[in-house]
Antibody, heavy 118, light 106 residues
Framework: EVHLVESGGGLVQPGGSLRLSCATS????????MIWVRQAPGRGLEWVSV???????YYADSVKGRFTISRGNSKNTLDLQMSSLRAEDTAIYYC????????????WGQGTLVTVSS | DIQMTQSPSTLSASVGDRVTITCRAS??????LAWYQKKPGKAPKLLIY???NLEIGVPSRFSGSASGTEFRLTISSLQPEDSAIYYC????????FGQGTKVEIK
């Protein structure tokens, strides 16, 4: 059975950094299309960053140059390094996996809350 | 960017009612449309993919249909456990979500 569990969220000051992690089971992260999606309070869902099975990475314009997606040291984890955080980065961050079709999100985690505030 | 316009934003219906949620794409996305269900504190769940294909394990009361750039999610007989927020998502070009429809049980 496939499981994804995010961790690492919390309260951080503007300009600070935070590293999110997504622990998975039931599949191999390195051979999957993985994505981080976020939902800010009162806003819709927005994709943040993706990593393809070949290691290619892409970022939404809103986080380009500030966030870095990577596979963790363990083959079963996905990370998101966030720096130069802004108030508008406050959101619940979800990791998800595409199994059958790129950008179709077959499995999701429950999310971790990131709050950027002084 | 492809925009997804979802309606209504909220609907309230009784158990057993047939309910329909609509999602309109700003341009052609073929059938690259998915529907997700989101309950508080739980992971979003894929219900429908490629406009009308039911994900394994999803009850058959859920169905999807398409006409051009308009897509519909129908719950044929609303159940108490269907209380949730439903999102459409296009995956023709990257991905974009609709704003969500909150389904409440009267």
């Amino acid at each position: 059975e496939v499981h994804l569990v995010e961790s690492g969220g919390g309260l951080v000051q503007p300009g600070g950094s935070l590293r999110l992690s997504c622990a998975t089971s039931g599949f191999t992260v390195s051979s999957s299309f993985m994505i981080w999606v976020r939902q800010a309070p009162g806003r819709g869902l927005e994709w943040v960053s993706v990593i393809y099975s070949d290691g290619s990475t892409y970022y939404a314009d809103s986080v380009k140059g500030r966030f870095t997606i990577s596979r963790g040291n363990s083959k079963n984890t996905l990370d998101l390094q966030m720096s130069s955080l802004r108030a508008e980065d406050t959101a619940i961050y979800y990791c998800a996996r595409s199994k059958t079709q790129l950008w179709l999100l077959n499995s999701w985690g429950q999310g971790t809350l990131v709050t950027v505030s002084s | 960017d492809i925009q997804m316009t979802q309606s209504p934003s909220t609907l309230s219906a009784s158990v057993g009612d047939r309910v329909t949620i609509t999602c309109r794409a700003s341009q052609s996305i073929s059938s690259w449309l998915a529907w997700y269900q989101k309950k508080p504190g739980k992971a979003p769940k894929l219900l429908i993919y490629k406009a009308s294909n039911l994900e394994i394990g999803v009850p058959s009361r859920f169905s999807g249909s398409a006409s051009g750039t308009e897509f519909r999610l129908t719950i044929s007989s609303l159940q108490p456990e269907d209380s949730a927020i439903y999102y459409c998502q296009q995956y023709s070009s990257y991905l974009t979500f609709g704003q969500g429809t909150k389904v409440e049980i009267k």
